[in-house]
């Protein structure tokens, strides 16, 4: 996992379909679940203590740094491509998710704020 930083205290579920790759950093605590996948191609920073698990993919196509903050939850299949996201959200993959965006996919750009729950909005 080259140009990738993981904090102590950080777990990463040792899988050969996990995808973990680019100028990262994770912050403490944090979770990561087998066949997750992250891909930095533009630097991201994960906060600490966030739940990141099966299926998810997190992706930075962007050169400005994607910043995602602390405790939030990345449920099974999410996908996520924003620019920014706050502080204990949880990102849901399908249904009636708080982000109201079909499939949780945050379009490149978009930026949520912290404490997300139903009816949140993303702004852009």
Not at 36 to 56: Q, R, S
Request: charged residues 15%.
């Amino acid at each position: 996992m080259a140009g990738v930083q993981v904090a102590s205290g950080t777990f990463i579920a040792q899988n050969p379909q996990t995808v973990i790759r680019g100028q990262l950093t994770i912050g403490a605590g944090c979770v990561i679940h087998p066949t997750a996948t992250i891909i930095a191609d533009g630097p991201i920073v994960i906060g600490a203590n966030n739940t990141i698990e099966e299926l998810v993919t997190i992706i930075n196509k962007g050169p400005d740094t994607m910043r995602i903050g602390d405790g939030n939850v990345f449920e099974v299949g999410s996908r996520i491509e924003a620019s920014s996201l706050g502080n204990n959200n949880v990102v849901e993959p399908k249904g009636d998710s708080c982000f109201a965006l079909e499939n949780s996919l945050f379009l490149f750009d978009a930026h949520a704020n912290s404490d997300c729950g139903p009816g949140c909005h993303v702004a852009r």
